[in-house]
């Protein structure tokens, strides 16, 4: 794989490996995200792309990685260097994982509170601020996750995600579950504050849609590596048979507007 500039990245990942009891989930992986752009990561179902993300964020202690994140060695940092670090990124986790007996203002606040020394009231205006830049109404704010819609919760989610004003997020399966048409709003969404606000994004997805709409490279996990990594295009022409049939199947024409 063609290793991208030190100072153009955001995330590199070289010689991970995740192995679970006899099961090897990823072997020797390699990957490059390049700062402000949006990575979609994709594979067959098993290959790990929630595990990749997870050991990243350091949620899964990997059995062998180096991983950097904006130029910083995370296996060699202290504990508050990490938590500096942790500080310029925000997590979307799949079902949005919002504490369900907080409203949706006390669950953006959560990160502020674990790692910002601020009155409380500064961190509530500034959670109804998120709320809005996710196109959420006011009065969302007060609700709790069970009183909002899946997409409503799934934009809650993102807030909370950004509570920190973070430079990299990973969302994994940010639109799973919603319809045709909340998925599209959020990818709409989800592009217009990368650009705005020059994100980069690590997002895992199945959603053919979601990768035609808002991703700039895609990168293939398949057997424990990185299988192939570059813009839509460029993936495609890869001769696999899985990406050719991921991509040529009946939704990936469509995506694509292929009849």
Same mark, same amino acid.
């Given at each position: 794989?063609?290793?991208?500039?030190?100072?153009?990245?955001?995330?590199?990942?070289?010689?991970?490996?995740?192995?679970?009891g006899?099961?090897?989930?990823?072997? #020797?992986? #390699?990957?490059?995200?390049?700062?402000?752009?949006?990575?979609?990561?994709?594979?067959?179902?098993?290959?790990?792309?929630?595990?990749?993300?997870?050991?990243i964020?350091?949620?899964?202690? +990997?059995?062998?990685?180096?991983?950097?994140?904006?130029?910083?060695?995370?296996?060699?940092?202290g @504990?508050?260097?990490? @938590?500096q670090?942790?500080q310029?990124?925000?997590v %979307?986790?799949?079902?949005?994982? =919002?504490f369900?007996?907080?409203?949706?203002?006390?669950?953006?606040?959560?990160?502020?509170?674990?790692h =910002?020394? %601020?009155?409380?009231?500064?961190?509530?205006?500034? &959670? /109804? %601020?998120?709320?809005?830049?996710? *196109?959420?109404?006011?009065?969302? &704010?007060p609700?709790?996750?069970?009183?909002?819609?899946?997409? %409503? @919760?799934?934009?809650?989610?993102?807030? @909370?995600?950004?509570?920190?004003?973070?430079?990299?997020?990973?969302?994994?399966?940010?639109? &799973?579950?919603?319809d045709?048409?909340?998925? *599209?709003?959020f990818?709409?969404?989800?592009?217009?504050? /990368?650009?705005?606000?020059?994100?980069?994004?690590?997002?895992?997805?199945?959603?053919?849609?979601?990768?035609?709409?808002? /991703?700039?490279?895609? &990168?293939?996990?398949?057997?424990?590596?990185?299988?192939?990594?570059?813009?839509?295009?460029?993936?495609?022409?890869?001769?696999? +048979?899985? !990406?050719?049939?991921?991509?040529?199947g009946?939704?990936?024409?469509?995506?694509?507007? !292929?009849?």
């Amino acid at each position: 794989m063609m290793q991208e500039p030190e100072n153009k990245l955001a995330i590199k990942v070289r010689n991970l490996t995740n192995q679970f009891g006899s099961k090897v989930v990823h072997k #020797d992986l #390699d990957l490059d995200v390049r700062a402000g752009e949006i990575m979609g990561v994709i594979g067959p179902s098993g290959t790990g792309k929630s595990v990749l993300l997870r050991s990243i964020v350091g949620l899964i202690q +990997p059995k062998h990685a180096d991983i950097e994140v904006f130029g910083e060695d995370l296996t060699s940092l202290g @504990r508050e260097e990490r @938590r500096q670090i942790e500080q310029k990124w925000g997590v %979307m986790f799949q079902d949005g994982a =919002l504490f369900s007996t907080l409203s949706v203002q006390e669950n953006i606040m959560a990160p502020m509170r674990e790692h =910002l020394d %601020m009155p409380i009231s500064l961190m509530q205006e500034l &959670a /109804c %601020m998120k709320v809005r830049m996710v *196109g959420l109404e006011a009065d969302a &704010a007060p609700k709790r996750p069970s009183d909002l819609s899946g997409g %409503m @919760r799934k934009r809650a989610a993102l807030a @909370r995600a950004m509570a920190l004003d973070p430079k990299l997020l990973f969302l994994d399966e940010p639109t &799973a579950g919603l319809d045709p048409i909340g998925a *599209g709003n959020f990818d709409i969404l989800l592009r217009s504050l /990368c650009d705005a606000l020059g994100l980069t994004v690590f997002l895992v997805t199945h959603d053919l849609d979601s990768l035609h709409a808002v /991703c700039d490279r895609i &990168a293939v996990l398949n057997a424990g590596q990185v299988l192939a990594v570059g813009t839509m295009d460029e993936v495609r022409a890869n001769p696999h +048979p899985w !990406i050719q049939e991921y991509f040529s199947g009946p939704r990936g024409r469509a995506a694509l507007g !292929i009849s």
